[in-house]
């Protein structure tokens, strides 16, 4: 019944994945490399879990 009060656990990973994917392009802008892929890392460990999320849903 209060489902909605719940808080969305993709939602959040998604929203701090795009943060990561902007930094990191951000970074490879500026040109450095380091940054954009620890960045980039970092954000395809996050879109691992939000997967993980979404399967576990599905099911």
Not at 32 to 59: C, G, M, N, V
Request: cysteine-free; hydrophobic content about 35%.
């Amino acid at each position: 019944m209060f489902a909605f009060l719940k808080s969305n656990p993709v939602k959040k990973l998604r929203k701090i994945y795009d943060q990561k994917s902007t930094e990191a392009m951000f970074a490879q802008r500026k040109g450095d490399i380091r940054s954009y892929s620890q960045l980039t890392a970092e954000a395809e460990e996050l879109w691992q879990q939000i997967l993980a999320f979404e399967t576990k849903t599905k099911r």
